[in-house]
Nanobody, 121 residues
Framework: QVQLGDSGGGLAQPGGSLRLSCVAS????????MAWYRQSPGKERALVAK???????NYAGSVKGRFTISRDNAKNRVYLQMNSLKPEDTAVYYC???????????????WGKGTLVTVSS
């Protein structure tokens, strides 16, 4: 069994910062890419940022220059540093990862339970 535990959400003022963290635990052989998605009421879940094994990153246009994704491969962790927060960043943020539990085994898609970020004055 593999679990993703995401945390770090909370209330921030516009212009403020938050740092989200996610740890993968359980039967892990290898992790392909790790990512953060978000979903706000009435909207579909959307990619915020992703980071590949080699460290290359990809960001949604709306967060580019404000958010930074990083990972610690030794600790199976991924982070999302969110700066210059805006009210429209308010959403539940979900950690996502493709993980293989065995040598040569298939990559499976896992999700965290989500952490709520609220940006409001």
């Amino acid at each position: 069994q593999v679990q993703l535990g995401d945390s770090g959400g909370g209330l921030a003022q516009p212009g403020g910062s938050l740092r989200l963290s996610c740890v993968a635990s359980g039967s892990i052989f290898s992790i392909n890419f790790m990512a953060w998605y978000r979903q706000s009421p009435g909207k579909e879940r959307a990619l915020v940022a992703k980071i590949l094994n080699g460290g290359s990153t990809n960001y949604a246009g709306s967060v580019k220059g404000r958010f930074t994704i990083s990972r610690d491969n030794a600790k199976n962790r991924v982070y999302l540093q969110m700066n210059s927060l805006k009210p429209e960043d308010t959403a539940v943020y979900y950690c996502n990862a493709f993980i293989s539990s065995d040598y040569g085994g298939p990559l499976r898609n896992y999700w965290g339970k989500g952490t709520l970020v609220t940006v409001s004055s």
